[in-house]
């Protein structure tokens, strides 16, 4: 019964990229201080507009899929053989681009403070602190290439007949790039001393690009040479 073989050699795939996690929600904003009436119906001290809110923070970058390996090398020398092998010599998958973290929220922005009766003619109302701005997401991590496939050469003596039954050498597989992160939204606008009016909001931060997948791998190209009362009656290299 003849003998058959089969030498695998594969390329490593590439690691995955890892979340890096979202962008920080901004603070709020102080509130204003109150006003203060003063004897005789004076205005002493009037009323503070509140403090804007802190823009929300950006998203760590997003890491990249890495890329799939070429096949170990390999060689094989045989004095004397028989039967037949296959050759697997595939290159491995790209790792796959993690997701892009979401741009943190703006913080509210600070009411106004209290405004005394007595000093409303002279400073009006207090106004609230505007919302801070939302933080821009991370872009898309970028998806790994696949490996090459090795090249398999097979030289053999010419009085046996080809000892390679199959030969793959396909390239990996490139990898899918990760989704976009979300723009923050804005924080909302403070609120003024008349218990109505409320400032601006923060503008929504910008969304992060969308990234490429990986392209594959090239297959190798295998190659048979017969010769003729060669040292070895097979060499196999895989490189």
Do not use: W
């Not at 919302?131 to 053999?156: F, I, L, M, P, R």
């Amino acid at each position: 019964m003849e003998k058959i073989y089969t030498i695998q050699s594969r390329g490593a795939a590439g690691a995955n990229g890892v979340f890096q996690g979202n962008g920080d929600t901004g603070k709020a904003g102080p509130p204003g201080t109150d006003g203060v009436e003063g004897k005789h119906k004076t205005c002493k001290t009037p009323g503070g507009d509140g403090q804007p809110g802190d823009p929300g923070g950006k998203a760590p970058n997003a890491q990249n899929g890495g890329d799939g390996q070429r096949p170990s090398a390999v060689k094989m020398q045989c004095v004397d053989f028989s039967g037949t092998f296959s050759v697997l010599a595939s290159g491995g998958n790209g790792g796959t681009g993690s997701n892009g973290g979401d741009g943190g929220s703006g913080g509210d922005g600070g009411n106004g403070g209290k405004q005394p009766q007595v000093c409303q003619s002279e400073h009006g109302e207090t106004e609230g602190g505007m919302g801070g701005q939302g933080g821009n997401g991370a872009n898309a991590g970028s998806g790994g290439k696949g490996g090459d496939g090795g090249q398999v050469e097979v030289t053999y003596d010419k009085t046996l007949p080809l000892p390679v039954s199959d030969v793959s050498s396909n390239g990996g597989n490139g990898a899918s790039a990760g989704a976009a992160g979300k723009a923050g939204p804005g924080g909302q606008g403070g609120l003024g001393s008349d218990g109505k009016t409320r400032a601006d909001s923060g503008g929504s931060g910008d969304p992060g690009n969308v990234s490429p997948s990986g392209d594959g791998g090239t297959g190798g190209q295998p190659k048979y040479t017969p010769q003729e009362n060669p040292k070895y009656k097979l060499v196999l290299n895989i490189s």
